[in-house]
C-alpha cells in the first residue's frame, strides 16, 4: 500500500498534511516531497529479503536479520546460504533462534560483513555458505581477548576499567581506552559536588566468534571513587568481517536511591592517538540530515594572508595539505600565531536545539560556533593518518546528550559521548507527587475514580529498570570525506535491516498466523485497511508534534487524549504514558508483518526497545513484573505480568536476532515467581482459597505466563517448558468453569497451576486484550490439548454472545463483558474453528460496535493561542482504542473476511 497516495486522498481537514509530521517536515513543499517519498512502502518480492527502507543502504558495516520457516521445512544441522537477486553469493552466518514443536527450525538469525553485495533482493537457499574474503576472527589471550575484522583489530580485557584497550587499524594504533564514566550527586540541585564513576568489568566472554559475526558479551558495574559498586551493566561488542567498525550496545540497571542517588552525566569516552599536524587534524560534528559541522583544530582559511587555494581546499576536504615548503609564506611563517581549538563541545539538553562551541584551552572563555535543530550524535576525531569516526544511536531523541572533544591539540585527544549530558539538569526519578493522603486501599481506590493512578507508597520506584543505548566506532585510516561522514551517520541512526516480504511471515505461519495481506478489493474492506494505514500515521505524527522522546520516554506512546486542552494527559495518573496497556505492540507487529513498511517498523521496534527496559524491573522487589501506565513509565502501584510479558517482545528478537531483546525474554521466563511474592489483586479481592499458595489470574496473568514458557520452548527446545505449559492447559481446562473461573492458585515453587474450589462463572474485560487471544491461538495450533481448545473455543463463543445463550449455559448473563470490538477478534476465530457462518458475522456486527460510534478518519489544525505549537488532532483516538480496534480488524479480516 502506497501511504502517501491514501494520505493524499483522506478526508483531511488540517492545513498541514499528516504525512509531513509524520517524518517531522515543515510545512514547507520541500518537505512535502520528503515526506511523501519517505512514507512510501517498497514493493517486497516473495521469497526474497529487501532492505527495509527500499534501497541498498549507502554505508553497510553488517547486517543481522531474521528469518521463518515453516513447520518441517528446515532442519537443524541444514546449513544456508544466501545469494544476490543475479545468483551471485555473498557470505552468511546463521544461528537458530527458534523451534518448531517437531524439532524442526522455526526462527534463523544471519549475519552479513561489511559492504556484502546484495543489491536491493536477495534469498536465502539451502547449502554451503560462501566464506567471507575477510573472515573475522577472536583469539583468546592470557588476560584478553583480540577481535579482528582483516580491517581493524581491537583488544578487549577481562578486568579493569577499560571496555576496549585498544583500536588498531592495519598496524597502527588509532584508539585506546575505550570505558564508561558518570556522575552523581546526593541532590538535584546544590547537591554535594559531583562524585565521578566509571566501568568495571567483571566478566568478559565470547558469545560468537566468526566467520562473518563475532560477539563479545562485557558483564560489569560502575565504580566510584571511594569504592561503591552500582548501576550495573551488560555491553556487547559487535565486529563484521571486512567492516572497519566496533558496535557497542549498553545496557544498565537503576540500582540507586531514587532519594539519594541523582546522575548528572553518564558516557562513553575513548582517546585517539594524534600523529597529524595540527592543520591536517580534523574535527567532524553531523547535525540533521546532511548538515555537517567541520572544522580543523588549527584553521587556515579565512585569514588575513591567503596560503593558497590548495592548500585550503585541501583542510576543508579534510585531505593532506600540501607541504609548508608551497605555502605563502606570509601564512607559514606566522602559523604559532594561529589559535589551536584543543575543546569542542555539542548539547542538545532538549529535542528541538543544539549548540556547538569550542575553546583554546580549560581557563579561557568558550566561542559560540553555531547551533541547530536536531544534532545525529555522529562526529569524527583525527587526522588525515586516521582517527575514529564515532556515533549514537537516536542521540536527540534520547536527550540530554553531548559530545565533547578534548585536547584535540595534544598527541592524544579524548572523545566522551554523554548519553546523559553532565550540562542537563541531574536526573530525578523520583516519585512526582507525595501521596496526598492515599494512605489505605480504601483511599487509592477512590483517588483511582478521579485520576485514574493506582496509587500505593514506595511502589513508585524507579529502583531495577534499565535503559540501553547504542554505539558505533569506526576506525579510519584518513579522514573521511564530507559525503561519506553523512552516510556513515544515516547508517547509525537508521541501522541496516533485511526483512522478509509479508507473504513469506505469513506462510510460514508464525505468531498464530493472525493476519492476511493488505485487501482493498471492496468498499468494506477498504475502508478498514485506510483506517489502518492511518492509525500508524497519525501516532508516528503524534511522536513528532507532542515531542514524545527523552532519557527514559524515547519509544513509549501517550494513552489517552484531552481535548479541551488539546494534549495528551501527560500528567494525569494512569491517563499518560501507554506502558503497553492493552498491546498496541501487538497491533504495530502485526500490521508490519501484513505490509512490510518501514514507518510501522520504526514505531514498533522503538517501542520494544523503551518498553523491555524502562516498563519492566530488571533487579530489586518487583523484579521481572512490569508497570501500569502512569505519568512515569515506574510510577503505577500495580506491578504485572501483563506488561513485562515475552508476547511483546518476541516479535523483535525474532524478525532482528536482537541480543538485548534476547537477554529480556529470558530475565522473564520465570517471572511467575514474582506471583508469590505480590498479588496484583490485592487491593479488590484479598481472598485466597487456597492459604500459603499464590493467585494467578486467568487471563493476563496465565497469558504472560504461557508467553514466557512458549518463548523459552521455542528458544531452547526444551520439553520442560513444553510439560509446564500442557500441564496449566490441562488444568484450565478441566475446570469446570474453565475461563469463566476467573483465577487459579499458583505454586510458584512447582511453577503449576491448582484449581480453586468451584464458584459462580465470572469474567473481566481485561483478562483477554494483553496478548491472550493471540497467545491461546499459538497454543492450540502448537500444542494438542483438547481440554484446553474447547474451555478457549467456549469462552470465546459466550462472552459478546446474547444474554438468554449465556443463561442457557452458564445459568447467568455475564457482566463486565465490555470492550465488544476487541473481543469481535475472538468470536471470529471461534467462528472458523467450529466452521459457523452465523458466528463469522456476529463477528463482524461485534466490530461495528465501536464506543462513541462510528469514526471519521482525519485531523483538525489546532493554532496558538489555543496551543503552544501548532498540532493535529483526532481527538477521538485513544490508544487502547486505536490497538484493540487494529488487532481485530487485522484479525477479523484475516478469519471471517468472506463474511464481512
Not at 560534528?285 to 548538515?291: F, H, P, S, W
Request: net charge negative; with cysteine; aromatic share 10%.
Amino acid at each position: 500500500m502506497d501511504r502517501r497516495q491514501f494520505i493524499k486522498n483522506s478526508s483531511m481537514v488540517a492545513s498541514v498534511p499528516l504525512a509531513m509530521t509524520a517524518m517531522g517536515c515543515s510545512s514547507t513543499v520541500a518537505g512535502q516531497a520528503a515526506a511523501t517519498q519517505a512514507v512510501k512502502t517498497p514493493s517486497r518480492m516473495p521469497g526474497t529479503l529487501s532492505w527495509l527502507e527500499g534501497a541498498v543502504p549507502s554505508y553497510q558495516p553488517g547486517a543481522t536479520f531474521g528469518y521463518p520457516w515453516p513447520e518441517g521445512e528446515l532442519a537443524k544441522d541444514t546449513p544456508l546460504s544466501l545469494i544476490s537477486a543475479e545468483g551471485n553469493p555473498i557470505p552468511l552466518q546463521t544461528w537458530v533462534t527458534a523451534y518448531w514443536p517437531d524439532g524442526s527450525v522455526k526462527w534463523t538469525a544471519h549475519a552479513i560483513p561489511a559492504n556484502a553485495v546484495t543489491g536491493e533482493a536477495c534469498k536465502i537457499i539451502k547449502g554451503k555458505p560462501a566464506a567471507p574474503q575477510q573472515a573475522v576472527s577472536v583469539n583468546r589471550e592470557s588476560n584478553s581477548i583480540v577481535v579482528d575484522t582483516g580491517v581493524i583489530r581491537f583488544t578487549v580485557p577481562q578486568s579493569g576499567s577499560a571496555l576496549i584497550t585498544s583500536l588498531f587499524r592495519g598496524n597502527k594504533e588509532i584508539g585506546r581506552n575505550a570505558h564508561l564514566v558518570g556522575m552523581r550527586r546526593d541532590a538535584p540541585e546544590n547537591g554535594n559536588q559531583d562524585e565521578h564513576f566509571e566501568s568495571r568489568i567483571i566478566s568478559a566472554e565470547v558469545e560468537q566468534q566468526g566467520p562473518v559475526r563475532a560477539v563479545i558479551k562485557i558483564t560489569g558495574t560502575n565504580r566510584t571513587a571511594n569504592g561503591r559498586e552500582w548501576l550495573p551493566f551488560t555491553l556487547r561488542l559487535y565486529a563484521f568481517a571486512g567492516g572497519e567498525t566496533v558496535q557497542l550496545t549498553h545496557s544498565f540497571i537503576f540500582d540507586g536511591n531514587a532519594e539519594s542517588d541523582f546522575i548528572s552525566g553518564l558516557g562513553l569516552r575513548f582517546e585517539v592517538v594524534q600523529r597529524d599536524e595540527l592543520y591536517n587534524r580534523h574535527l567532524r560534528l553531523v547535525g540533521e540530515n546532511k548538515g555537517l559541522w567541520g572544522e580543523a583544530v588549527k584553521g587556515i582559511t579565512g585569514l588575513r594572508r591567503d596560503p593558497g587555494e590548495a592548500v585550503r581546499q585541501a583542510q576543508i576536504a579534510g585531505v593532506a595539505t600540501p607541504p609548508l615548503s608551497e605555502w605563502d609564506e606570509r601564512v607559514s611563517s606566522r602559523m604559532h600565531y594561529i589559535p589551536v581549538w584543543n575543546d569542542i563541545t555539542l548539547t542538545q539538553i532538549n529535542a528541538n536545539g543544539f549548540e556547538i562551541r569550542k575553546r583554546t584551552k580549560a581557563g579561557h572563555g568558550w566561542i559560540g560556533s553555531d547551533q541547530g535543530h536536531r544534532a545525529s550524535g555522529v562526529g569524527y576525531l583525527g587526522g588525515v593518518s586516521g582517527g575514529v569516526l564515532f556515533g549514537m544511536r537516536d542521540f536527540w531523541q534520547l536527550h540530554p546528550v553531548q559530545i565533547d572533544l578534548r585536547d584535540t591539540g595534544h598527541d592524544v585527544s579524548t572523545a566522551t559521548i554523554w548519553f546523559y549530558s553532565p550540562e542537563a539538569p541531574a536526573m530525578d526519578v523520583r516519585f512526582y507527587h507525595d501521596g496526598m493522603g492515599q494512605n489505605t486501599y480504601e483511599k487509592q481506590l477512590d483517588a483511582l475514580n478521579i485520576t485514574y493512578e493506582d496509587y500505593e507508597p514506595g511502589f513508585g520506584d524507579a529502583h531495577g529498570i534499565a535503559r540501553t543505548t547504542e554505539f558505533t566506532l569506526a576506525i579510519m585510516d584518513s579522514t573521511p570525506s564530507r559525503d561519506d561522514t553523512i552516510h556513515m551517520a544515516q547508517s547509525i541512526r537508521h541501522p541496516a535491516r533485511l526483512i522478509a516480504a509479508p507473504e513469506d511471515y505469513l506462510n510460514a505461519n508464525v505468531f498464530g498466523g493472525l493476519w492476511s495481506l493488505p485487501d482493498s478489493s471492496t468498499p468494506a474492506l477498504k475502508k478498514i485497511e485506510d483506517r489502518l494505514a492511518w492509525q500508524v500515521e497519525y501516532y508516528a505524527g503524534q511522536v513528532d508534534q507532542r515531542h514524545w522522546y527523552g532519557f527514559w520516554n524515547f519509544g513509549d506512546i501517550m494513552h489517552t487524549y484531552d481535548a479541551d486542552r488539546h494534549v495528551w494527559r501527560y500528567d494525569i495518573g494512569g491517563y499518560a504514558w501507554d506502558n503497553s496497556e492493552l498491546s498496541p505492540d501487538l497491533w504495530l507487529w502485526y500490521s508490519f508483518l501484513r505490509t512490510g513498511d518501514p514507518t510501522t517498523f520504526h514505531l514498533a521496534e522503538r517501542m520494544t526497545r523503551h518498553n523491555r527496559d524502562v516498563d519492566i524491573y530488571h533487579a530489586g522487589r518487583f523484579k521481572g513484573l512490569g508497570t501500569r501506565h502512569n505519568v512515569q513509565h515506574w510510577g503505577c502501584s500495580a506491578k504485572q505480568l501483563r506488561i513485562s510479558t515475552s508476547s511483546y517482545r518476541r516479535f523483535h528478537y525474532f524478525l532482528t536476532g536482537d541480543e538485548r531483546t534476547g537477554d529480556v525474554l529470558s530475565e522473564v521466563t520465570d517471572a511467575d515467581k514474582a506471583l508469590g511474592a505480590l498479588n496484583a489483586t490485592r487491593k479488590v479481592d484479598s481472598s485466597n482459597p487456597i492459604p500459603n499458595i499464590a493467585k494467578m489470574g486467568g487471563g493476563t496473568d496465565w497469558g504472560s505466563a504461557a508467553a514466557n514458557w512458549l518463548t523459552a520452548w521455542e528458544r531452547t527446545g526444551d520439553d520442560k517448558y513444553r510439560l509446564r505449559l500442557e500441564n496449566a492447559m490441562k488444568v484450565i481446562g478441566n475446570h469446570p468453569q474453565g475461563f469463566f473461573a476467573g483465577a487459579f492458585g499458583y505454586d510458584v515453587e512447582k511453577q503449576e497451576l491448582v484449581p480453586y474450589p468451584e464458584k459462580e462463572p465470572g469474567l473481566s474485560h481485561l483478562s483477554s486484550v494483553f496478548g491472550l487471544i493471540e497467545m491461546s491461538t499459538e497454543l492450540n495450533q502448537l500444542l494438542d490439548v483438547p481440554e484446553y481448545k474447547a474451555a478457549w473455543l467456549k469462552y470465546g463463543r459466550l462472552y459478546s454472545a446474547p444474554a438468554a445463550e449465556q443463561e442457557a449455559v452458564l445459568g447467568k448473563r455475564m457482566r463486565g463483558n465490555s470492550l465488544t470490538v476487541a473481543h469481535s477478534r475472538l468470536t471470529a476465530y471461534v467462528a472458523v474453528q467450529e466452521n459457523d457462518p452465523a458466528l463469522a458475522k456476529r463477528a463482524w456486527q461485534e466490530f461495528a460496535k465501536e464506543w462513541g460510534g462510528e469514526k471519521t478518519i482525519g485531523t483538525t489544525g489546532v493554532y496558538g493561542p489555543n496551543v503552544l505549537n501548532p498540532v493535529e488532532e483526532a481527538a477521538w483516538v485513544s490508544t487502547n482504542d486505536a490497538a484493540q480496534w487494529g488487532l481485530a480488524a487485522i484479525q477479523n479480516i484475516a478469519l471471517v473476511k468472506s463474511a464481512l
